[in-house]
Nanobody, 121 residues
């Protein structure tokens, strides 16, 4: 499975962006997909995840209420809609996929290359 993250860019504080994570190869709709981010000098941080068919989602407290995650299995794509962006959301965003019994405990086997999100204050 190959993952391609896209949609990053430069946005002003308070603005919105939608990231996409497109899967190719032996994409399996049963895979859970998650988004992570890493800011310069910081540890990688979990952002959001959803399970197969998008029936359940798990959102980090730091972005809850501002970010939503969804998937379109017909396009093998998962989206991260980011609203009310702040400077602290600046990071490289990565998507990842894997299996697990709970969204809080996914074994992320496949990783995309990351897309830069920069929020100007």
């Amino acid at each position: 499975v190959q993952l391609q993250a896209s949609g990053g860019g430069l946005v002003q504080a308070g603005g919105s962006l939608r990231l996409s994570c497109a899967a190719s190869g032996r994409a399996d709709s049963r895979l859970a997909v998650g988004w992570f981010r890493q800011a310069p000098g910081k540890e990688r941080e979990f952002v959001a995840a959803l399970n197969d068919y998008g029936r359940n989602t798990y959102i980090s407290a730091s972005v809850k209420g501002r970010f939503t995650i969804s998937r379109d299995n017909t396009k093998n794509t998962v989206y991260l809609q980011m609203n009310s962006l702040t400077f602290d959301d600046t990071a490289v965003y990565y998507c990842a996929a894997g299996f697990g019994s709970r969204l809080s405990n996914i074994d992320y086997t496949y990783w995309g290359q990351g897309t830069q999100v920069t929020v100007s204050s």
